[in-house]
Each structure stands twice: as C-alpha cells, then as structure tokens.
C-alpha cells in the first residue's frame, strides 16, 4: 500500500501542474486608520481545469490603533477563468457593473489582531491565466496577483467521442468488457488513501466513463484527490489498475457524472487515438417495459472481487420533478451497493441504466457497510452509529440512459460542467394556517433561557440566541406542538461564525433520543438527519448548495410530517426526503459544533403553520 500511495503521489506531482501566487504590491489608499498587512497564499495542491481551489488571505494588523477593512475585490479578469463558490467564513460576493466581484467586510481589526479568510473557486479554463484582486482597507489598497497555469481537460491530439462512422464492437449479451471499477483517493493526514469505489461504464473507445456522481466527487469531510480506473480484462479476475481519470462532466442533483482517463500508471499521458477501450451502445430508456428483462454489471466490493451479474426485470417507474415520469427504473434485481455506477443493459446489450445510490464498495475487511470517518452525531465515537463512506445497503432502481444524453455529447464535445443541479431547483412557498408566530420580543413566549458552561439560549435584541460554546456540541430549544404535519419559517443569522457549525430546526422530538433535524451549515451544506435510540440516521447526507455559499442572513423553511421533511431557504427548495416512521412532537431550534465550539446563532420572525 505505501509503495502505490508514494507512486500516486510522484504521479499526480509530475501530471499536474501547481498554482504558483504572486506577491502582493501596495497603492496609496484613502488616509487614516492602522496599518494592515496581507498575506496570501497558493492551495499547496496541483490544479487542473474544473477543479475547485482555494485562495487563503491572512489580514494582521501590527499597528496600535485599530484597522478597519471595508471589502475584498476580485478584478473582472479573474473571473473569465474562475468562478466563486463560497468562502470560510461564508461571505457574499456582489457583481459589479464592471464585472467586479465585491465582497464587504466593514470589519475592525485591533492592534496585533489577525482575521483569516478562506476563497473557494472552481477553475474552469484552461491555459496561463491571470487574475488580479486587491484588499481595501481605510488606509491602504493591497493589491493581489495570482498567476496561474491551469491544465487543460482536452489533451493535445484528443479527438473527442466518437466519429459518425464509428460502431460499438460486439461485446455480446453480456458486454461485462466495458464495466470498470473506479477507486477514489483521498488526502488523509497527508497521504493519499482509498475511500471508496463504486463502478462505472465505458462509453466511447477513447475511454469515456459514465459513473454516478457520488462515486467521483468529494463529500463535505473528503476531498477527492484521485481516481483510479481499473478495467475488467476477464470476467473471473479482478480489475486491473490501468489509468488516473478526471471529472469532465457531473450533476449531482442527477447524481451522473462522466469521467475520461488522463494517465496511464506510470503518470504517461494517454494516446487516446491508440486506445480503442471496449465500450457499450447507448440504448433509449423510454423504450422500456414492465416485465422486460435486463442485466445489471458492476464492483460491490474493492481488491480481489470479480465483476457481478444480476438479473432482473423493470418492475415499475418513478416520477422526480423537474425530470418527468422515468426519474428512476424500479427493477425486481437486489444490487449491491458498489454497482452504483455500473452498467444495465437490454437484451441487445444496450445501456439503458445506471444502478444508483449513494453508496458504494466498502474498502475495509473488518467494516462490513460503511467507513465512518468523523464523529457526525457527536457522541464522542467514531463508530457504525456516525455518518461513513460508503454507505453500502443494496440498490432497486435504475437513472435512465436518457437523463444522461445531454452531458454524454457535452463530455463528447471536450466540454467540461460540474454542477449541482440547482438551476432546476424548484421555488418553495410554505401556505397553510397560521398556529403560533413569535418575533422574540417578547422573553416569555416560552423558548428556554440557559447558560452554563457547554451555551447559552437567550432572548437578545429581539431575536432569539443559541451559543455552543463547547466543540463537538448540541443546543435547542423547543415547545410542544402536537401535529400530525407542520410547516416552520424563520429568518436565520450567524452572529458568531467559527466555519463549519450547522443549525437549523429540529421536529417530532420525542426525548433527546428521538427526534429529525433539518439543518444547513456555516461552509454551504444542508442535510436531513434523524436519533431513533441509539442511532444516528441520516435521511438526507450532507450536500453543497450554491444557494448556502454566501454568509446569509436566510430565511430558512422546512416541512415535517410522515409524508414529506423538506427543507428550503430564501423560497428554493434544498432537499426533501420521505420518513414513514416520523411521529409528531415538539418543535425547536437547534445549533451544532464540530470541532470549533464559540458558535452563535440568531432566530427571527418565527411562525409555525398547519397544512
């Protein structure tokens, strides 16, 4: 294992090329106030085209009066090869007429202060790039430039996708040739490590790869550093270890991705007109029918497993807004988890699925399901009852061929989008009876008012408070409302930020060992998770949201009954999730720590409604 990771590394250090940070140079500003000193820094790590970056900015005053920051300005140069996705702390960035990106602070720095900033951007062109960016303060106009070299996702020579006359080979029937495993490496504590794996397809002969999107990308506790594709050389062997690959095309809301080799082993550019890889015809979903027979191809576990067959027929279909009808293919086969991505084929051997689910392959011998990796209920462990990767379980439906046409020609095009899926978020307006509303005016509308020393809750101001100032922390608040299904609103505000701590609301609380929570977090994240005993369950993981990439403050809405937990913010719905075993009980307010405790929240303008 050492012996691969430390190849991996040397690999990726030679296929990728770093991105280099110029220093900063000084222009007189407007006068008054202490002085500021900027530091920037490079994301330490290779960066390639799509990839997501950080910028990090040290703001130190060594002066003996305070310094006062008004705002931090990206040149409209820097964003015709990047694109902002969020910071830490989470801060909103206006557009300027100019084509500026504002970002305002107005914050005070006392003397031998020092703030830190975190800029999170995707790079999404190729090529030497440059991008100019300057900190405003009362004092001085700090300028920044970032000189970058980004590599390209279309290699020299690559002619992507297929040419008109090109037919898929006969691979039979049962085309397992064109099924590969895909292994997804991680930074763990400085060493790149496999997490999970799941399966993928290959789809044109230049290697192409049709996958779940879950499978490739990172996750809220991991960031995926590598993936490494192994191909199916005979049905009764492993995979063999054969190239590194990269994100061309993702949508997680579809939660499809399409991936191309980049390298072979040796970290060697790939040819790609001498590859000429098995690959599968595409098939048309929408012909399917009850009862007919299909095959479904793929990995359910990592090193020493063969590819696995399993037959079933379509047992039904499954309607999703805003794709229509077929959202999913239900099929009568039980699928193991780590044939997420693998291939469904029709009796001509024609894909027409994609098994999905988030879950894949498990990577440990002595972990049968899932790999947790961080204490995400809190309790102290690190164990089976935490959120892991993967999460394994089985799967019974199928994402139709047809949902993944429009990236498969994009990916064919050279074309490279990771998305989120949220341009086709639906608008979200609660209506129902109002039964109880609170402006937190008034300290005796009934919510707790503690401190100790693990928090505080309190009314302040008119709003209502929660601090935890312990790490690895919950806090709520809450009052009995004995419905079988209610809707809540409230406007919500960090008021102490520490980067990562979620918050939100918490519904049919039983005791503190029963009860869902619906919550978004500090660094862009939402998620619906409930306690049932001893079990942390969670029924919507951790997921980005472009529309939780700024500081707020949001109006934050969420649904709770046995039909429907839904969870949305500023009228766009996030997520929602069904639960036929949520029972109705209080309702509240909740706030969370991980590993930084100091956190503060602020409630406004609360009304609880009744469908």
Known sequence: METMIVKLRQNLLRLLIVMLLAGSCVVPGPSGGGKLQVSAKNPGTAIQQGQVFDLELTLSNPDIVNAAVKEIRFES??????????????????????????????ITIAPTGVEDFIFRFRANKSGEVLGNWQVV????????????????????????????????????????????????????????????????TIISSDGLILTNDHVVSSTRYDEVV?????LTVAQDQP???????????????LDLAVIKPA?????????????????VPLGDSDTLNLGESIVILGYPVIGGGTITLTRGEVSGFTAEEPFGNRAFIKTSGTIAGGNSGGLA???????????????????????????????TNRDGYIDQNDDCVPTGGFINALRPINLALEMIEAAKRGEVTVSSGESQNLAYHGVGEVVFADDFSDASSGWLRTSDEDGKRAYENGEYTIE???????YWSDQYFPYEALMAEADVRVANSVGDADYGFICGLQDDQHFTALEISEDGYFTIWKQLGDDYITLIEWTYSEQLAGSGPYRLAAQCSREKLLLAVDGILLGEVQDPDYSPGSFGLIAGTFETGGFKVAFDNLIIMIP
């Not at 300027?96 to 305002?104: E, R």
């Not at 590598?226 to 192994?230: E, G, K, P």
């Not at 699925?353 to 990577?363: A, F, H, K």
């Open 239 to 253: 995979p063999v270890d054969s190239y590194y690959a990269y994100v061309v095309q993702a949508d997680s809301q």
């Open 468 to 474: 935890v100032v312990t790490p690895m922390y919950w």
């Open 137 to 200: 303060s009362d004092s001085v106009i700090t300028a920044i430039e970032t000189k970058m070299k980004v590599a390209g996702t279309t290699p020299t020579g690559w002619d992507p996708g297929l040419s008109p006359e090109e037919q898929a080979p006969d691979l039979g029937a049962i085309p397992y040739q064109a099924v590969v495993q895909i292994t997804a490496f991680v930074d763990f504590e400085g060493e790149y490590v496999p997490r999970w794996t799941g399966s993928g």
């Open 345 to 375: 084929v029709n009796f001509l051997g024609q894909i027409v699925g994609i098994p999905t689910q988030l879950g894949s392959g498990d990577i440990s011998l002595d972990i049968v399901d899932c790999r947790p990796v961080r204490d």
């Open 77 to 106: 140069n820097f964003f015709e090869w990047a694109s902002y996705e969020g910071s830490i702390p989470p801060l909103s960035m206006e557009t300027q007429a100019n084509g500026d990106g504002v970002i305002k602070l107005d």
């Open 263 to 279: 390298w072979d082993m040796q970290g060697n550019p790939l040819d790609y007109s001498q590859l000429k890889l098995p690959f």
């Open 226 to 230: 590598a993936l490494l594709v192994s």
